[in-house]
């Protein structure tokens, strides 16, 4: 990693900076709106990478009894491979493994080579397809999970 990083708690100060970068990276982005109610929820997790004291990627997810379900995941267009998304959800995943989940779920765009080669790195195997899941463009969806072992790191 080139830049030390901190992780953050994505709180509404946050904002602007994620739909800053939600929307250069998303072709459906997220609204104020999604962020803001994710923040409140109890059954959410989120957590912000800082780096040179700028918010650089966040990821967010809910807690579904013991299956995390990783729903958002972004790094600036400016600090991709650096190891910031391997971090940041290698910590999502210690914090929902302490919250008792024992898996992690997740779709992603088939077209999406950068994020399923990442998530396959990451340790996270295709288990199934979701059809017409996405819109703009309309496209399936894959299932990808990840079991969370106790020592999870
Ligand atoms: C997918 C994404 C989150 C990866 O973030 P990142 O910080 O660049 O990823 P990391 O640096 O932590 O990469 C970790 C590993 O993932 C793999 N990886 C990451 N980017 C890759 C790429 N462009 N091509 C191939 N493998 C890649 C590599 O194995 C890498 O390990 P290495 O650095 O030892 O080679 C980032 O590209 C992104 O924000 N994309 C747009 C948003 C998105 O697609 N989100 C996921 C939606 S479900």
């Known amino acids: 990693m080139e830049m030390e990083s901190l992780f953050v708690e994505l709180r509404p100060q946050y904002l602007e900076r994620i ?3 939600e929307r250069q990276v998303f072709s459906q982005p997220w609204t104020e709106r999604d962020f803001s109610c994710i923040f409140q ?3 959410a997790l989120s957590l912000g990478l800082k780096a040179a004291d700028r918010l650089v990627a966040y990821g967010m997810g809910h807690i579904d009894r013991t299956e995390f379900h990783l729903a958002n ?3 600036d267009q400016g600090h ?3 190891g910031y998304a391997g971090r940041l959800v290698e ?3 210690v ?3 302490a919250r008792g989940c024992t898996w992690c779920g997740l779709e992603v765009r088939i077209s999406n080579g950068t994020a399923v080669q990442f998530y396959q790195e990451s340790g ?3 288990v199934g397809i979701r059809p017409r899941y996405y819109l ?3 496209e399936n969806a894959l299932i990808m999970r990840r079991e969370l072992a106790v020592n999870v790191q």
């Open 19 to 21: 739909l800053a970068i």
């Open 41 to 43: 929820e109890e059954q």
């Open 80 to 82: 991709r491979n650096k």
């Open 136 to 138: 703009r463009p309309r």
């Open 95 to 97: 914090r929902a493994r």
């Open 91 to 93: 910590e999502l995943l």
């Open 73 to 75: 995941l972004a790094v």
């Open 124 to 126: 996270f195997r295709q």
